[in-house]
């Protein structure tokens, strides 16, 4: 008979901290599929939000002036493309789609950045940003140790 009561490692799941090193498979997935999903996610969420405050008060607040139909539009299509992107790295975890949407974020940042100390915008969505760049650098760390793992 075999004992099947033998304590199994249990699974770390993704973790906020870049400093945790990662050892095993699952937990390399773990922060390339949660954290990935999640910096992709927070991206789309901004558009959607932008999206309705496009619908509320008629042009967006970070382009006053625009033509209400083309921003909505022009967030429609990035909606999807961050859908799309967010579809792939849950299913398959490819760095180069993690790239893709921790760069986006970088970006998002970057131009958040330069309207919350131009005036504009709000320290709030600055904030949400620094979030989803943490978990998109721990998004990246998972998949490029995935990436390390098939290489050898």
């Known amino acids: 008979m075999t004992d099947n009561t033998a ?5 770390r ?4 901290n870049p400093l945790v090193p990662i050892e ?6 773990s922060l390339a599929k ?8 927070l991206i789309a969420f901004s558009y959607v939000a932008l999206s309705f405050f496009v619908m509320i008060g008629g042009e967006s607040p970070y382009a006053p ?8 539009i022009a967030h429609a299509v990035a909606l999807a493309l961050a859908a ?14 993690i790239t893709i949407g921790l760069v986006w ?8 950045v330069a309207l919350v100390f131009g005036g504009g915008g709000s320290p709030a969505s600055f904030v949400v940003n620094i979030i989803g ?17 098939k290489r050898s």
């Open 7 to 11: 304590a199994k490692p249990a699974k």
């Open 13 to 16: 799941k993704f973790s906020w």
């Open 24 to 29: 095993d498979e699952g937990y390399a997935r």
């Open 34 to 41: 949660e954290g990935g999903a999640t910096c992709v996610g």
């Open 65 to 72: 002036g625009g033509d209400k139909t083309v921003t909505l």
């Open 84 to 97: 799309a992107l967010g579809w792939q790295i849950w299913k398959k975890q490819p760095a180069w789609a």
């Open 105 to 112: 974020m970088c970006v998002e940042t970057v131009g958040k």
């Open 133 to 149: 760049l943490v978990v998109g650098v721990q998004a990246m760390r998972g998949a490029l140790w995935l990436g390390n793992q």
